[in-house]
């Protein structure tokens, strides 16, 4: 496996940089992961889901969203969102000249502006891995972070922890009816928002990437 770092600059556009994990004997397909609203794309799960996807056939492209280009601590604004979600669309943009099928990512905060990014552009991916989904802010049940469901027209997969404050598996179970495209839940029991515990950190990448190309129906890299 090889990791490359990957930056690129534009003047009027967000600055996409991260790193890029090459598998040895790859299948054309990129998976683009963000990172959550309090960390960076070299957070422990990214690091860990690149390392098993790659090692996998699947090229990850895990990328610092702008708001954490721009400063390196704190968390990103409401205000700030559409400038990450343009940042993803170029990365996107970055990667399909690279892949034959590219899909699109992230964790907490970076799946909820990727599925954003999703819903307004059905054609720019081909499918979505949305971790720890923040449905509603912890111990509130409200405001719902579910508006854009009903356009989200790429086929999305959800891990969810069975312990995570900002839903319940239940809760985004309910929420995913008003999705049109196909969907798929996968519950991490005894975890929380971070997904990674103790005692799942050597088996949970491998199930995701196991789960991930049966709902997308991907050949093992074996085959």
Request: charged share 15%; with cysteine.
């Amino acid at each position: 496996m090889n990791v490359e770092p990957f930056r690129d600059e534009h003047p009027d556009l967000p600055t996409v940089c991260g790193f890029i994990h090459h598998p040895v004997c790859g299948s054309g397909d990129c998976l683009i992961l963000a990172h959550a609203a309090a960390g960076n794309c070299n957070s422990p799960l990214l690091i860990a889901l690149a390392t098993a996807f790659s090692a996998s056939g699947i090229a990850v492209f895990r990328c610092d969203l702008p708001f954490r280009v721009a400063r390196p601590n704190g968390r990103p604004t409401a205000s700030l969102a559409a400038r990450d979600q343009s940042g993803l669309k170029r990365a996107v943009q970055l990667m399909k000249p690279r892949a034959s099928r590219v899909y699109l990512g992230g964790h907490a905060y970076g799946g909820l502006q990727a599925s954003l990014l999703a819903a307004s552009d059905p054609t720019l991916v081909t499918g979505l891995l949305l971790l720890s989904y923040p449905l509603h802010p912890p111990k509130q049940s409200a405001p719902l972070r579910t508006q854009h469901f009903s356009s989200l027209r790429t086929p999305a997969m959800f891990v969810h922890a069975s312990k995570d404050p900002f839903g319940t598996p239940d809760e985004l179970r309910s929420a995913l009816d008003a999705i049109p495209a196909p969907t798929k839940l996968d519950v991490v029991e005894n975890a929380r928002h971070e997904l990674l515990t103790d005692s799942n950190t050597a088996t949970l990448p491998g199930a995701v990437v196991s789960e991930f190309r049966g709902f997308f129906g991907l050949r093992t890299k074996a085959a």
